[in-house]
């Protein structure tokens, strides 16, 4: 089954889309500041937000692919009128939105499953059906389909579906006003439309030389993968996202140590939480109201931890950040995998460890040859994300991790009543 495609589409005076990216959130206190965080990682700016008594999710989706706010989420309306306690909260559904295109979700105990929110012709619907059948994995599992899809099950219509539709099943815009980032773009815009009445004086030799920049760039970097890997790499390797990152084993080795040095206090502040990840260590400690230890007091002391740490504080003062850069070597450029021996073999590891773990379907998205500004081709591979938690230790989980295709890329720790709770977060790759 192929991954789902974003599809908009009109019924009557609705505005409906399908193919959104679902993620599951973990912060029901601060659920929007999370969205947000998930939207600048993945470059998208409009959401929906499914909260329920048992679910906290979201659906995401870029509005340079022609989508607006005010559209109606397809998945998000099937699983608010269709999800019940007679069903469980789980059930899978088809219903036809026109001709021979029908729209489909899969629900587990309320929550939408990755991939599973798709507009498919006939065939590729009861392929996509049969596939989420064996995923819910029981016999029983209330289906929703019309009868040309011989999948058994009670038919539902569009029409019903949109009597007395929720706002919370529209799209609304992650963010307002003009970010950072696009002020920057705006004004390079500015300065592009201004440049471009001479452009005709741009010389040939400045051209020339850009373009060797370009080249040089894009050979610097192929030349410090393969001395980092030991193993020749061609260009066309720079494009895909795992080669340059560490593998699992090299990000463990240089993130756990820097974690596990971590002084639990500093100076009277208290050890709060940290991550470590490609651009470094971030730790937080909190300052007891009470005591009479100072801002002096903790920057005097986290200097101590290591050469080219940066120290910053809160707005009151009484958080402060600890920031150490560090670097990682290029994993290099690994066969794939298919994706279910991969994805098997992932969870299957975690939960050996009794460690449970979340996966879930991304876009896949080329990287750019260093230097140059063309677009970058088409990913021919599929991105998965991976997460999970646990008093363990990361060197304890992650012995004998699978690792063709597979990036760690992020580990945290955070105290609580003097235990502390590890996460482990990646991505994998698959063919």
Known sequence: MTPSTLTPFPYKQY????????????????????????????????????????????????????????????????????????????????????????????????????????????????????????????????????????????????ESLLTGLSRHNQ??????????????????????????????????????EAKRLQEKAAKEALESVNSQTGTEHMATALVHPWTTRPTPKEFLSICQPQLTKLPLSVAGWTFSEARCDATGVDALYQRDVGLPITVSHFIQQASVYGPGVSVAFSGDNNIAQIKLPLTFPAGGDDPLLPLEQIRNAIVSHFQSQLVAVNIAAKPSEAQSLPGQSDKPPQPTWLTWTFSAGSQLAPADVLAQFPGNGVRVMAISVAMSDILLTWRIEGEFYAQ
């Open 171 to 208: 799209l609304r815009p992650l963010f307002f006003g003009l970010s950072r980032r696009e002020v920057l773009i705006f004004g390079v815009t500015l300065i592009m439309v201004a440049v471009s009445g001479v452009a005709g004086k741009i010389k040939y030799d400045q051209w020339e």
């Open 15 to 158: 505005r409906l889309v399908s193919g959104l990216f679902w993620q599951p959130l973990e912060r029901p206190r601060a659920y929007m500041k999370e969205a947000r965080e998930i939207g600048r990682r993945h470059r998208m700016d409009i959401v929906t937000i499914r909260k329920t008594e048992t679910v906290l999710e979201a659906g995401f989706v870029s509005r340079q692919a022609g989508i607006t706010k005010g559209m109606y989420s397809m998945a998000s309306v099937l699983a608010h009128k269709l999800g019940n306690e007679a069903n469980g909260y789980s059930f899978l559904a088809a219903v036809r939105i026109d001709g021979d295109r029908y729209a489909m979700v899969a629900v587990d105990k309320n929550g939408i499953l990755p991939n599973s929110d798709r507009i498919e012709d006939l065939a590729g619907t009861r392929e996509a059906m049969n596939e989420f059948y064996s995923l819910l994995g029981r016999p029983n599992i209330k289906i929703y389909a019309p009868p040309e899809l011989e999948f058994g099950g009670e038919e539902v219509t569009l």
